[in-house]
């Protein structure tokens, strides 16, 4: 089921919509907003024992149970080469329009234990990143 939500209290009713269907998992979108509600969204998944997966939710707080996104320093390395060329003088519409290439796997096991779930050593395996 696909769920939007561009606000607080919509996110409030999507997590209503999600218990209410026994959604099994979560997936939060990359976007700004949920980025900004990311207390929110975790507080309530972690209320109705449903497990987040993300792209970047937040990679500092480590809040889902799976994270995997575009590696954020990567893309940060790629805004300052451009703007190093757009201050020497080129266009920013002669520029080729640039895609992630590095991406960052993370798996929480602190949070697989919190609800009860054995993440499989094969996914583990797979994982950049592995949060004990």
């Known amino acids: 089921m696909v769920l939007n939500a561009s606000t607080p209290s919509e996110i409030d009713a999507a997590f209503a919509a999600l218990v209410q269907r026994a959604a099994g998992a979560l997936v939060v979108a990359g976007d700004p907003m949920l980025a900004a509600q990311r207390d929110q969204i975790r507080a309530l998944a972690h209320r109705h024992a449903i497990p987040m997966l993300s792209s970047n939710l937040d990679p500092d707080t480590h809040d889902a149970l ?67």
């Not at 790629?78 to 590095?102: E, H, N």
């Open 66 to 132: 799976i994270t995997y996104g575009a590696r954020l320093t990567e893309s940060y390395r790629q805004v300052g080469i451009y703007t190093g060329k757009i201050l020497a003088g080129a266009k920013p519409k002669d520029l080729p329009v640039l895609r992630p290439t590095k991406f960052l796997l993370t798996i929480n096991l602190k949070i697989a234990k919190e609800l009860g779930l054995k993440v499989p050593t094969s996914i583990l395996l797979l994982a950049d990143e592995v949060i004990e």
